[in-house]
C-alpha cells in the first residue's frame, strides 16, 4: 500500500487538530462542491473500500491450503 502525503495541524500542546490531504484525493472523495457530512463519510469510506479492492487485485492469490495455513498462523 502506497503512503499518503499527508500533513498534520496541531495546536499549542502538540495535539493534531486537523489533516490536510492532496487535492487530487480530496477531488475523488468530492467530485461536488457542495457536500454533506454524511455523504462525505460515504464517500471516504468507498475511496477506501476502493483502494483495498485495487491492492487486493495486484496481491498474489493464496491456494486453498496457504489460505488455511496463513489463517491458522
Known amino acids: ?22 487535492i487530487e484525493i480530496w477531488r475523488q472523495l468530492l467530485p461536488i462542491d457542495n457536500i454533506s457530512l454524511e455523504n462525505l463519510s460515504g464517500a471516504i469510506e468507498d475511496y477506501c473500500l476502493n483502494k483495498a ?16 495455513a496463513f489463517l491458522e498462523d
Open 53 to 68: 479492492m485495487d491492492e487486493g487485485k495486484s496481491t498474489p492469490l493464496y491456494s486453498h491450503t496457504e489460505s488455511i
Open 1 to 22: 500500500m502506497s503512503l499518503l502525503n499527508l500533513e498534520y495541524i496541531t495546536n499549542q500542546e502538540g495535539q493534531p487538530t486537523a489533516v490536510v490531504i492532496p
